[in-house]
């Protein structure tokens, strides 16, 4: 047989480790990638040619299914985990908080002694640990849209956060990347259950889209945060302070893991608020980095949508100077300018390519006191020292894709933290 894989990153690199002893490989990638001496690449600007060849193609993330031949035989890391996967599967998705909820169930039943494996956007490619699993097995799987757009299977348990506008540089409109989301429960059966974020249209659509039982959270007709706790109906069942997430943006997340596992801990509230209090926040999400000067730094640099920056600055009502910017996935920042204004921001550091448009956003919401800086991670952690008194909060939140200054998030995140540490000396 013969297998394209369309795409040599992380999940494509375990495409290729998982059908290399099924067949013949062809790897497929625009840039030039270092591949085993057995697996045949082609790259550069055509490096779509052949597919016709191919028996299976198996897509990466990042590739739209309109580059690619339409049938049958093309599928994705997680299609094929699904199909295959013998042991329960909760998967995640929404616009913001997928990290998030996934590390929060798995926390939760890795506490009441389930073991469990995490992956999908978050983790591990899953075809690395479908050999390892076993029953009483948990996977907790992270879904993006790039990841759900083709799928032909539902996991049994779908969690649907809220679903904003996103995405932009990759789907061609927003129904594509609303509809994209819809394969986490348009393959469910009727014994399958999706929890969705009630309130949010397109949540609520994807959850109509699927047989599953439906059951909604964030009313009090169902899982809800309320009175510093979170509630099944009437039933309390845990103090908010029992969990380490900060921001009310993560009581929402929080509860959407409760709803998802309270059922597989038997109901029982004890194991529940051991769960809880064993989670611990995800690296670049509101991580504390340090203190100089009587002034913390906190490396938000998971955000990469204004929606994620704006619940950022909400989670430290004091004083703070916040860092916006990066590069564009397609959205506007009008909304995170009005926010902006609201918020207790003493100044604001602006970089990347969509930084211009940024600073014209601010100044049409009659925010003055911000600056544009081209240089790297230690001038821009520099440049918001400078603007910083004692008592504040720095915030790398940035709004915005990572991509041409950085690696990726966690490069930024990285750069930041490490500015911050020559800082403090």
Sequence with gaps: MRIAVVGYGVEGRAAVEYWRPRGEIVVHDRKDVELPPDVEGRTGADYLRGLDEADLIVRAPGVHPSALPAGDHVTSVIGEFL???????????????KGTTCTAIAAILGAAGRRVFLGGNIGVPPLRFLPELADGDVVVLELSNMQLIDLKHSPRIAVVLPVTPDHLNWHPDIEEYYAAKTSITAYQKPDDTVFYAAGNPVAERIAAAGAGRKVPFGVPAGYHAADGAIHDGADRLLDLADSPLLGEHNVANLTAAVAATFDLLGRDTALLRAGVRAIKPLPHRLEPVGESGGVAYVNDSLSTTPETARAAMAAFPGPKVMIFGGSSKGLAFDALAESAAKENIRGIVIIGEVGPRIADAL?????????????????????????????????????????????????????FKAAVRDLIG
């Design 363 to 415: 100044s049409d919401a009659g925010i003055t006191e911000h600056t544009v800086v081209g240089g790297p991670m230690t001038e821009v952690v520099a440049a918001a020292a400078a603007m910083a008194r004692p008592g504040d909060t720095v915030l790398l939140s940035p709004a915005c894709a990572s991509f041409g200054d950085f690696r990726d998030y966690a490069d930024r995140g990285d750069q």
């Design 83 to 97: 199909a295959e996967c013998p042991v329960p599967v909760i998967g995640v998705t929404g616009t913001q908080g």
